[in-house]
């Protein structure tokens, strides 16, 4: 099977969804390229068609090759209770904060 950006996008939302049923802010991180930002609108679509008051605090589009993620930390750390939605390519992880 060849998965797309919006296959991508819409599955984590509802892997998401399904693990986390009651989570309402999430905080993203994806790929700065088309990939990156197709994902993210895909998801964003979908995760508010499953949770409609579902409030997204806050993107992260580190560029491709970076090393250093402490920034990118740093912004998430300040949202409390949120569910972070990561995508790395085609490996996708979720986990609670």
Same mark, same amino acid.
């Given at each position: 099977m060849v998965v797309n950006t919006y296959m991508e996008?819409?599955?984590?939302?509802?892997?998401?969804?399904?693990?986390?049923?009651?989570?309402?802010k999430f905080y993203c991180f994806n790929q700065d390229y088309e990939f990156g930002y197709r994902e993210q609108a895909a998801f964003e679509e979908e995760i508010k068609?499953?949770?409609p008051d579902?409030?997204?605090?806050g993107k992260a589009f580190p560029k491709l090759g970076e090393t250093d993620y402490f920034p990118f930390k740093a912004?998430?750390? @300040?949202?409390? !209770? +949120?569910?972070? #939605?990561?995508?790395? @390519?085609?490996? !996708? +992880?979720?986990? #609670?904060?």
């Open positions: 996008g819409r599955g984590q939302a509802r892997r998401i969804h399904r693990d986390f049923p009651n989570a309402k068609r499953l949770v579902a409030v997204i605090v912004s998430r750390t @300040a949202s409390v !209770s +949120v569910v972070p #939605a990561f995508s790395i @390519a085609a490996l !996708s +992880v979720h986990m #609670a904060s």
